[in-house]
């Protein structure tokens, strides 16, 4: 009888996890013509009122088509917002008429830029997941699973 | 055999020449970069803490600090600068000797409560300070930093100087900027706590 040796094992486990984060942390979904990369709900704490949410969307459809608004069951006031910086000022902005998204292009959603700002969160961000739909003026309704994580967590792992 | 010590000598020397004149250099020219405050007297601006005790500005000067200016509605700029800057405190190993304050710039939602509230995550080091609007308004421009209030639809939002500020001694000697990444603040406020102490 043949044993496997129990370095190999171990050096099998820690490839499993490796990837298995490696998937969490850069998840990437294909929905409906749209490839959306790493969608996360960034929280100061757990019981933060207030979260952004931030991605990388492409359009991969033959047509284009717009962003119109966001929703989901984390609070009833979500809104897509503008980050500037003029002269050192920070300013933001309600996005009142969508983001257009061209055919085969991409857009992304980052910090101090354009972002998805989640305000009036009434139970705070406790789960590890929440869904938001995108609303898109062709492609309507599109639920998207964004991984919950903070602050801390997104500083320490650099992206 | 004297010939080679003479030489070790003359290029230890060199070497510790050298050396020390880059180290004053980087001192004189860190030096050179601090920024003196507006002359406002700081002993006649009052403010609250988040604990709900009055204070005066001169009392925020008294160790080297981190000032960030912000508001607790903001979403992600301000958080995210605060993280950062507890963070880099904390991976430094550096927190005793240093305070950050959070200074708000919204006294009308920012009471000591909400603010000791928004800023429990960072374990009593980050410091809420709030005010009424005229002694913000006093900090703010001792402190050369720019705020307004914008209305919007049925709200308001402040666009505010989005640095941090590295202060001693009613001096600016660095700013953390928003788009610094971790290892970029941990070595500005190395490079300030080096030439402080």
Do not use: W
């Not at chain 1, 013509?33 to 952004?52: C, E, R, T, Y």
């Not at chain 1, 359009?59 to 003029?86: A, C, E, P, R, W």
């Not at chain 1, 789960?127 to 062709?138: G, I, Q």
């Not at chain 2, 639809?153 to 788009?179: M, P, Q, W």
Request: aromatic content about 12%.
């Amino acid at each position: 009888m043949k044993f496997i040796r129990l370095d190999k094992i171990i050096f099998l486990i820690i490839i499993s996890i490796t990837f298995a984060q490696a998937d969490t942390s850069f998840k990437e979904i294909k929905i409906n013509g749209f490839k959306v990369k790493n969608p996360q709900i960034v929280f100061k704490d757990k019981n933060s009122k207030i979260a952004a949410a931030y991605f990388e969307i492409e359009n991969q459809n033959n047509f284009d088509d717009k962003l119109l608004s966001v929703d989901g069951d984390i609070s009833k006031n979500i809104q897509i917002h503008n980050t500037i910086m003029q002269n050192g000022i920070m300013k933001m902005f309600k996005i009142d008429d969508g983001i257009e998204l061209k055919k085969n292009s991409n857009f992304k959603f980052e910090q101090g830029k354009y972002h998805i700002m989640i305000m009036d969160i009434v139970n705070g961000v406790k789960k590890t997941n929440h869904y938001l739909n995108l609303n898109f003026e062709r492609s309507k309704k599109i639920k998207i699973n964004f991984e919950t994580i903070s602050f801390k967590q997104k500083l320490k792992s650099g992206h | 055999m004297r010939v080679f010590k003479n030489f070790l000598f003359l290029i230890t020397l060199f070497f510790l020449i050298g050396f020390f004149c880059v180290l004053i250099t980087k001192k004189i020219l860190y030096t050179d970069n601090n920024i003196a405050f507006n002359k406002i007297d700081l002993k006649k601006i009052e403010l609250v803490n988040y604990n709900g005790n009055k204070i005066k500005a001169i009392d925020l000067f008294k160790k080297p600090a981190i000032f960030y200016f912000g508001f607790t509605s903001c979403p992600d700029i301000c958080p995210l600068t605060l993280t950062k800057i507890y963070l880099s405190l904390e991976e430094l190993e550096k927190s005793e000797i240093i305070d950050i304050y959070f200074i708000s710039l919204d006294p009308e939602r920012d009471t000591p409560d909400i603010l000791k509230n928004y800023l429990a995550t960072f374990n009593d080091k980050v410091i809420g300070v709030t005010g009424n609007n005229k002694n913000i308004k006093g900090l703010t421009k001792s402190m050369k930093i720019k705020f307004n209030k914008r209305i919007t639809e049925n709200t308001y939002t402040i666009d505010h100087t989005s640095a941090s500020l590295l202060v001693f001694n009613n001096k600016i000697f660095g700013r953390i900027l928003f788009d610094d990444d971790l290892e970029n603040s941990k070595k500005k406020i190395s490079e300030f706590l080096n030439f402080i102490y």
